[in-house]
């Protein structure tokens, strides 16, 4: 049974920063992108970043440019996303998300994606 576990999160001051990790288990998914999407209240979930199979190809929503970055680690099945400078508007929950698409690109919407986290709430205060 495929797992991803999402761990970090929880409640920021403005400009602080947050790590969030998503370890899968299950399976491997070395050859497949991973993603981290958001989805705050009254909102459509949306990608914020995302990586392709091997890591050299990453995907960035333009309001988190210069401020988070992906990582993936797959001798740990495992993505990271790092987010400083953070922002009253990056208050959403956070899944990870990994992509249906073998050596594929960096998913970009959720319908790209089979399997999920289960969201982990950032808060961000001003």
């Known amino acids: 049974q495929v797992q991803l576990v999402q761990s970090g999160g929880g409640l920021v001051q403005a400009g602080g920063s947050l790590r969030l990790s998503c370890a899968a288990s299950g399976r491997t998914f070395t050859r497949y992108g991973m993603g981290w999407f958001r989805q705050a209240p009254g909102k459509e979930r949306e990608v914020v970043l995302s990586?392709?199979?091997?890591?050299?190809?990453?995907h960035y929503a333009d309001s988190v440019k210069g401020r988070f970055t992906i990582s993936r680690d797959d001798a740990k099945n495992t993505v990271y996303l790092q987010m400083n400078r953070l922002k009253p508007e990056d208050t959403a929950v956070y899944y990870c998300a990994i992509s249906s698409s073998f050596l594929g690109p960096p998913p970009l919407t959720s319908d790209e994606c089979d399997y999920w986290g289960q969201g982990t709430q950032v808060t961000v205060s001003s």
């Open positions: 990586i392709n199979w091997s890591g050299g190809r990453t």
